[in-house]
């Protein structure tokens, strides 16, 4: 489970976005850093992203160049696929196709490729005008476990204020309520903001959204889309719980604030333990213009 909320149509930022990556606490993972997903003959590390170790991939992650993925997986009945849902998002952010992004997905995810239920969004600068960023933006899902790959661009009211879950699209997806709360509170962020906010107000304002929880704390899996921030609670007897918090702003000329900020963590004892707040990694770099 994981969630994210997003705007492209800021008129300072081309992307305003914030998620949390929901997941076993046990689950081995490597902290948001530049890396090529292994690939040596690189010269120079050019995405930058956390990686889950067990699957390779990874959830959420963007490169120099500005393409953005974030994978969100379908709730439902676990079932096993060879394929790992993760190197959807990796093999987006590594690959050196170029512009259009439709050509992008085409290519590089086949329709008929099978895995366990996921939702995507994936980023990439518009060719119009690379002077004053804008994205194009696609939105890409099986329905679920086993399911043909569809995609599809974001309708003007997405790229407004849009957000992804768990959930099958067409099947109640955008009524579960942490997405409906979250797209209200983000509501309310941008449109309190002043016309030029501060980076850290904004940043800060979106960390708070992803703290919300609902009054009655999740019990079991099926309960997880009642709430933003997810405590502990025990599956498969193994604890989960919202493992991290990232904030992304991508302004119109190029410059990059990236914070992944840690939530709940095990100690030694395998306790479940909420970080301190400043328990976070920053990254600031801008985009290369020229790709």
């Not at 890396?35 to 390779?56: K, M, N, P, R, W």
Request: aromatic share 8%.
């Amino acid at each position: 489970m994981c969630v994210a909320f997003f705007t492209l149509d800021h008129p300072e930022y081309a992307l305003i976005l914030c998620s949390n990556r929901d997941e076993f606490l046990s689950r081995p993972t490597e902290f948001a850093h530049f890396h090529s997903f292994g690939d040596y003959s690189l010269q120079e590390a050019t995405v930058l992203s956390g990686i889950d170790i067990q699957g390779g991939g990874t959830w959420l992650g963007l490169n120099r160049s500005g393409k953005l993925g974030l994978l969100t997986n379908i709730t439902e009945q676990i079932t096993k696929f060879s394929s790992s849902r993760g190197h959807l998002v990796a093999s987006f952010l590594a690959s050196q196709l170029s512009h259009p992004l439709e050509e992008n997905v085409t290519r590089l995810i086949p329709c008929d490729a099978k895995y366990a239920g996921f939702n995507m969004l994936l980023l990439a600068p518009s060719a119009s005008d690379r002077a004053w960023l804008s994205f194009d933006a696609a939105y890409v899902t099986n329905g679920g476990a086993g399911g043909p790959i569809t995609h599809r661009p974001l309708t003007g009211a997405e790229r407004h204020r849009g957000g992804l879950s768990n959930g099958i699209e067409g099947k109640g997806a955008d009524e579960w309520p942490k997405l409906q709360h979250g797209l209200g509170l983000l509501r309310d962020i941008l449109d309190t903001l002043p016309p030029s906010p501060s980076e850290d107000q904004l940043a800060e304002g979106l960390f708070e959204l992803l703290t919300w929880r609902s009054a009655q704390l999740p019990r079991d899996r099926s309960e997880l889309k009642n709430t933003i921030r997810v405590e502990p609670v025990t599956v498969d007897a193994n604890i989960y719980a919202t493992r991290l918090s990232t904030v992304v702003l991508v302004k119109r000329t190029g410059e990059v604030v990236f914070v992944e900020r840690d939530r709940w963590q095990l100690t030694e004892e395998g306790q479940p333990i909420l970080a301190d707040p400043s328990s976070q990694r920053v990254f600031r770099f801008k985009l290369n213009s020229d790709e």
